[in-house]
């Protein structure tokens, strides 16, 4: 009865994964299709042409780096930033705990229809013209809270003792920062940035209420939904998929093999002390 | 004792003055990035509500500040009846998405062993393609002459015979796309659990149903409200899934608030339709950071 | 390592935390010896930590100087101090291999070829093998050299040590006692050890300084302050005593004598801290001889008479517990040195001890009752 139980859980936690990832093979196999006209709904037969000629149809390539280009820009702006808070947060005490933290959590609890809508209000108002700038603006500021999050979780996860030994060690607040606090928190940071670029590049919503005349990538797609996603679309968004998916992965494979190695060398040192301990014994 | 040289008549490491530049740094640090959300997260929303209640000038998109409190009468009674069914609809997605993560949670939490890294980025990978296609890829998923709808129709449990531009369609694309935000905060909760619990629990004669009911549910409960936050608050204002797969009689508040803004260019009806809802959600966050607190939200 | 390395005296003058309204450390004053490896003991929470990272520059104190020789360094931060820690986790960078780690302060400190001083210091302490390795790739031990290398290859005037054997398993801590001992002679660097363990203290340690709640019972060398308690903290945390509240009754040639229930006990003049009448007299388990009720009794020697309620074969020693006639337990412990003929439960007793074992120390103030259970807090 139990190893069914056991099995059932599994079962369902293969099909949920499976799940999450039933539409991107469909927007996979879906690049590869040849469609007669641009309505890329249905299966038609094997075709090429979308990789080969990834920028064929006008506009895709413009909005694409585009895309890329603001998703640099407000990433590497918005880890910065969330970074400073994230320590700020952790390391130390100020008035105001409260409406600092509920400041960072609404905007990723706040429907991506209101903030766009209320930041285009903003601009209206001030009559600022909308265009890359404002779109750069706007993911700026809802990356942040990603970024502080994924940052603060790293930190507070940090033995205070290492910076204590570092300070006791002769190296003062910058330098133990440089040595021993940033690269500790790095792969946190790297993590954040990458989370906040996949925000940036895949928003809509917020982008499309600020771009004005500016298309982007996912404005693009949009607007092509209604007359016919074209299939380079399906071949770009899935290198996209693939490229992040590699960066992760590989990360994930580097991890592991560190760990191995990490036992391996235990396992040795194991062997190595039991040899010394029976040597002290026979020496006391 | 030999004479000690000392050149201050207190403690000479003055704490105070250390615990005061300890606060400026701090200040110092959350100034451009909170700065940042003030003037651009905070701020846009008092402009929203000035907005809401400016007058017409008969100029097409431009108005002047007024206090037109008509233009939320106006807006309630032509799109109230949206509001109820785009929290009718988040509810369904995030009460499906619960169910649906919950179990990828736990056997990620519990049994995931050091896979645990590995699954999770399945978990996010999915959003590293466009949620735009992946929702568009249900059109071709759910079409009327396709397999899933097929096998549903013939069970018969489709009033429409069709699931696409149904509220059907709309409530699974919401929870598909949220699913993720509702599997993260869970698997945080449940990986906090102490497995030894559970143990404790087998040996005090609990079965694992009640071992769920009475030790893992409760001690995950964080992560079920945290999760909950964060898909059913983003799903009530999504208009994508519903525009995508749905149909005229399955439109969400978002799209109102969308048309009336880049379309009709009625700022004020616009802005009145999204303070409406950014209060109905802070009445919601609210609640819970009165039962919470604001630590755990960060 | 340097010659002749000029080390001077530790002085704590009126240190005191508070945290808030809580008191941690209590207008200590101290000196601590150059070149001696000190002990500063106490149970949890006594304020031995943190006096440690007072001296250590990681805690400001709420009043009070701390100096080195002539030098005040109350007001230096923790990275401009002369003096290192080896933290009880140890804190070893995980992301720097051992060689690094060692190597760590040097840098920071501007010094260019650090690679012949690391390379001597890792062959101090045995772990040349090491040097490219991560401390996760360690044992407890080995990673527990790291810390004092990384710590000691800085020569600073005084090494903190918080409670560094604590992770280790018991022979493992009994090796790396020696080791710590022979490396403090070896290079003469003023050791400060904090531990709450009393084993390890009188163990390694030239001085011991007893702990509690923020001051110092008290302190001198081990053999002495355990030969000879002056509180009852002391008493009790020190090993074990047995006590027995009483009153002054008179005096002898050198001693005083003492009237506790019922009995009359003799303490040497030079072991009486009690000034006034309220006297209570200490006497340590090992000190007493059980003998069966009625058998023969050295001349001089006092006595009680109890009924065994418990005995503890431990091996080397074996542990009594005798109730006497007001109820309180006595503990006894014996060495195994006659095979066969323990007493056992139920037997009629008597205790024995050369009053010259005994001591005395200020019971006024104390509810008898509480001296005489094991309960160790003075009220």
């Known amino acids: ?284 | 004792m030999p004479p000690l040289i000392s050149t201050s008549a207190s403690a000479s490491a003055t704490p105070p003055q250390v615990a005061a530049r300890k606060a400026r740094t701090g200040y110092l640090l959350l100034l451009p990035g909170m700065g940042w959300l003030a003037v651009f997260f905070a701020i846009p929303f008092v402009t929203l509500i000035i907005t809401s209640l400016q007058v017409p000038t008969g100029a097409s998109g431009v108005y002047a500040p007024g206090f037109d409190i008509a233009n939320y009468g106006e807006a309630i009674s032509q799109y109230g009846n949206l509001y109820v069914r785009s929290f009718i609809y988040a509810g369904l997605a995030t009460l499906f998405a619960l169910i649906i993560a919950y179990p990828l949670a736990y056997f990620i939490a519990f049994r995931g062993g050091q896979w645990k890294g590995l699954l999770l980025v399945l978990v996010i990978a999915p959003t590293f393609a466009s949620f735009l296609l992946r929702t568009y890829a249900w059109r071709t998923i759910l079409a009327d002459e396709g397999p899933v709808t097929g096998f549903f129709n013939a069970l018969g449990v489709l009033p429409e015979g069709r699931i696409l531009s149904t509220s059907i369609a709309v409530i699974a694309g919401l929870t598909y796309n949220f699913l993720p935000f509702m599997i993260l905060p869970l698997f945080a909760a449940l990986d906090k659990l102490d497995p030894r619990l559970i143990e404790a629990s087998n040996d005090l004669y609990a079965s694992p149903v009640t071992t769920f009911r009475k030790v893992v549910w409760p001690l995950s409960l964080p992560g079920v409200v945290a999760g909950t936050l964060l898909t059913f608050i983003p799903a009530s204002g999504d208009y994508i899934n519903a525009q995508l797969l749905g149909s005229i009689t399955t439109r969400m508040i978002g799209s109102a608030i969308q048309v009336n803004f880049i379309q009709f260019r009625d700022y004020p009806i616009a802005s009145a339709l999204s303070v409406i809802l950014m209060f109905i959600i802070l009445i919601i966050v609210s609640i819970y950071i009165r039962r919470s607190g604001t630590e755990d939200l960060v | 390592m340097a010659e002749s390395r000029k080390v001077e005296d530790l002085h704590l003058q009126n240190l005191t935390k508070r945290f808030g309204d809580f008191i941690a450390v209590d207008d200590l004053t101290l000196t601590i010896p150059a070149g001696s490896f000190f002990a500063l003991l106490g149970p949890s929470g006594c304020g031995k930590t943190t006096t440690l990272r007072m001296v250590a520059g990681l805690e400001d104190p709420s009043e009070g100087l701390i100096s080195i020789g002539d030098r005040d360094v109350t007001g230096l931060r923790a990275f401009k101090r002369p003096v290192n820690t080896v933290f009880q986790s140890y804190a070893l960078f995980p992301h720097l291999d051992i060689f690094e780690n060692v190597a760590f302060g040097l840098r920071r400190r501007g010094i260019k070829n650090v690679t012949p001083t690391v390379e001597a210091m890792l062959d101090l302490v045995e772990l040349t093998p090491m040097a490219r390795r991560k401390p996760k790739q360690l044992s407890g031990g080995q990673q527990q050299r790291v810390a004092v290398a990384r710590a000691l290859i800085n020569e600073p005037d005084v090494l903190l040590l918080d409670e560094p054997l604590g992770a280790l398993d018991l022979k493992l801590r009994r090796q790396m006692q020696i080791e710590l001992k022979r490396i403090q002679m070896e290079v003469g660097t003023t050791f400060v050890h904090v531990t709450h363990d009393q084993e390890e203290a009188m163990t390694m340690a030239d001085t011991v300084a007893v702990m509690n709640e923020g001051r110092i019972e008290q302190m001198g060398d081990p053999a002495d302050i355990y030969e000879l308690p002056t509180t009852v903290f002391v008493a009790r945390f020190l090993g074990q005593s047995n006590l027995f509240a009483g009153q002054r009754a008179g005096a002898g040639a050198d001693s005083v004598k003492v009237s506790a229930h019922g009995h009359e006990f003799s303490i040497p003049n030079s072991r009486n801290n009690a000034p006034g009448a309220n006297v209570i007299v200490g006497v340590r388990p090992e000190k007493m001889t059980i003998v069966d009720a009625g058998d023969p009794i050295p001349d001089g020697h006092d006595r009680i008479a109890g009924r065994t309620v418990d005995v503890s074969y431990t091996g080397v020693s074996t542990q009594y517990l005798v109730q006497t006639s007001w109820g309180e337990e006595i503990t006894v412990f014996e060495q195994n040195t006659v095979v066969g003929d323990r007493s056992r439960v139920g037997d009629s007793v008597e205790v024995h001890w050369a009053p010259d074992h005994a001591f005395g120390l200020d019971g006024s103030g104390l509810a008898p009752a509480a001296v005489e259970s094991e309960s160790v807090s003075v009220s």
């Open chain 1, 1 to 284: 009865m139990r190893v069914i139980r056991r099995h059932i859980l599994t079962v369902i936690a293969i099909l949920v994964l499976v799940y999450l990832f039933i539409p991107i093979a469909v927007v996979g196999v879906l690049s590869f299709n040849d469609p007669p006209s641009k309505y890329n709904t249905k299966w038609y037969g094997f075709s090429l042409d979308a990789w080969t000629n990834m920028c064929g149809i006008p506009g895709v390539c413009e909005s694409f780096i585009e895309s890329i280009k603001i998703g640099l820009i407000s990433t590497f702006v918005a880890t910065i930033l969330g970074t400073m808070i994230a320590f700020a947060l952790v390391r130390y005490r100020f008035r105001g705990r409260k409406s600092t933290n509920l400041l960072i959590f609404l905007p990723m609890a706040t429907p991506e229809v209101v903030m766009g809508s209320s930041l285009l209000a903003l601009f209206l108002n001030m009559t600022f013209p909308l265009g890359t700038t404002t779109v750069i603006i706007a993911h700026i500021m809802f990356t942040i809270s990603f970024v502080v999050v994924a940052v603060k979780a790293r930190l507070q996860g940090l033995d205070p003792s290492l910076e204590e030994a570092s300070r006791d060690l002769y190296a003062d607040s910058r330098a133990t920062f440089r040595y021993v606090t940033f690269p500790l928190v790095a792969p946190g940071i790297a993590g954040a940035a990458l989370l906040g670029f996949a925000l940036s590049f895949d928003d809509f919503i917020i982008s499309f209420f600020n771009a004005g005349t500016l298309v982007t990538f996912p404005i693009y797609v949009w607007g092509a939904a209604q007359r016919g996603i074209p299939v380079q679309v399906n071949a770009l968004a899935t290198l996209v998929f693939l490229v992040a998916l590699s960066i992760v992965l590989i990360a994930q494979f580097a991890a592991w093999r560190k760990r191995r190695s990490l036992q391996a060398s235990v396992a040795d040192r194991d062997a190595d002390l039991k040899a010394l301990s029976m040597d002290a014994l026979s020496r006391s």
